[in-house]
């Protein structure tokens, strides 16, 4: 079992930059591929950028590649998203996810086993 909280959202405008962080519990970090993905209203939950266990594999949703970067400290049990040049397309709940079963993680949220509570960003135009 692993917990995991979010923070570092808010309320930005268009052109600013976030970092969210998701801090997870437990001894095993290391050993769970990470991901972020974000759920605007009235929307499904979509993919945004997952990070291997080791830190050396990332993958990124077109619509961020570029502009978000996904980077994780195994010895602080953390895992980040650096949001640039954020679009007010960019609001949403954010969520991070782990999955301990394999070392790469995906884009399919059903591959992931546990799940933050979110956070919210909130970009204006």
């Known amino acids: 079992q692993v917990q995991l909280v979010e923070s570092g959202g808010g309320l930005v405008q268009a052109g600013d930059s976030l970092r969210l962080s998701c801090a997870a519990s437990?001894?095993?970090?290391?050993?769970?591929?990470m991901a972020w993905f974000r759920q605007a209203p009235g929307k499904e939950r979509d993919f945004v950028a997952c990070?291997?266990?080791?830190?050396?594999?990332?993958d990124y949703a077109h619509s961020v590649k570029g502009r978000f970067f996904i980077s994780r400290d195994n010895a602080k049990n953390t895992v980040y998203l650096q949001m640039n040049s954020l679009k007010p397309e960019d609001t949403a709940v954010y969520y991070c996810?782990?999955?301990?079963?394999?070392?790469?993680?995906?884009?399919?949220?059903?591959?992931?086993?546990?799940w933050g509570q979110g956070t919210q960003v909130t970009v204006s135009s």
């Open positions: 996810a782990a999955d301990p079963t394999v070392a790469v993680g995906t884009n399919s949220e059903y591959e992931y086993d546990y």
């Open positions: 437990g001894r095993t970090f290391s050993s769970y591929a």
């Open positions: 990070i291997s266990r080791s830190g050396g594999s990332t």
